[in-house]
């Protein structure tokens, strides 16, 4: 796995154009690198990844995660390809389920959200890497679609994971699992397992806050996200100590919508 690196969350709460002064904030102070969300029914994960990357000069960009059901198959291809060639070496990009519930609201709910994950990351990784692609699948159904303009690099792709099912599809596919927020230490080393294998990064959303009554305002976070246990989840002291090969933390603490239930 790779060493350890600190990101900070930009939570999508935040307007869009606070985003912009977020983002700049953390370029000037030197963070390696934020995450946005692409939560209902606030900023689209494409639309806010590529105004920060524009806005500012050499901050990395992820995005965790596009849920799967919301999205066209070649378009995120064509939405990603552009900004990684735009920006190249400065983005992630992360699929899941999406959370049911808003799936469900919004008419997208797939009757296997597994299956429809694997097709289509499989799809828009060939996508990314110029291959002309024809597939006929339950969900994802393409015919000699190949991107005029596919990235020369092509960004790391992660999967949104926290069942054992969709824990080992990310291992098989993905160069990378992004855990949701109140995952304990012991809940990552579990994690770990289902995955499944060593060359994969894991991405971590610690819960955590700053100043007067920190502590406290993360224990209730924890307590509302249903973690099997809240004062493991936090962050006290050094974060580094307490998580695996990545963290993404933000100054009110993470939100377990960040990555979403999976069957």
């Known amino acids: 796995m790779s060493a350890l690196r600190i990101a900070v969350v930009v939570r999508p709460e935040q307007s869009p154009e606070d985003l912009v002064r977020h983002a700049r904030y953390a370029d000037e102070v030197g963070i390696e690198e934020v995450w946005l969300w692409e939560d ?79 097709e289509q990351f499989g799809a828009v990784e060939r996508l990314l ?49 992004v855990l949701s927020g109140g995952t304990t230490p012991d809940g990552v080393r579990r994690a770990i397992a289902h995955i499944g294998t060593q060359d994969h990064e894991v991405v971590v959303y610690v819960i955590c806050a700053f100043g007067s009554g920190g502590r406290e305002r993360a224990l209730a976070e924890a307590l509302g996200s249903g973690c099997e246990s809240p004062e493991e989840a936090i962050a006290r002291g050094h974060c580094g100590r307490r998580c695996g090969s990545s963290a993404a933390m933000d100054g009110r603490g993470c939100d377990h919508r960040g990555t979403p239930t999976d069957r």
């Not at 899941?96 to 009757?111: C, D, F, N, P, T």
């Not at 692609?133 to 000699?144: A, E, P, Q």
């Not at 599809?169 to 699992?177: D, F, I, K, V, Y």
Request: proline share 6%; net charge positive; with cysteine.
């Open 40 to 118: 209902c029914f606030f900023g689209g994960g494409i639309a806010t990844a590529a105004t920060v990357l524009a806005a500012t000069a050499r901050l990395g960009v992820a995005i965790g995660v596009l849920p799967t059901p919301m999205r066209n198959t070649a378009i995120t291809a064509m939405e990603v390809s552009a900004l990684a060639r735009v920006h190249p070496d400065r983005l992630r990009v992360g699929f899941g389920h999406g959370v049911q519930s808003w799936m469900r609201q919004i008419g997208a709910k797939a009757e296997s959200p597994l299956t429809l994950l694997r």
């Open 129 to 177: 890497r110029g291959e002309s692609v024809t597939v006929s699948g339950r969900y994802v159904n393409l015919t000699d679609v190949e991107l005029a303009w596919p990235p020369e690099n092509v960004p790391q792709l992660l999967v949104g994971a926290t069942g054992p099912k969709t824990l080992a599809l990310s291992g098989e596919l993905a160069q990378g699992t």
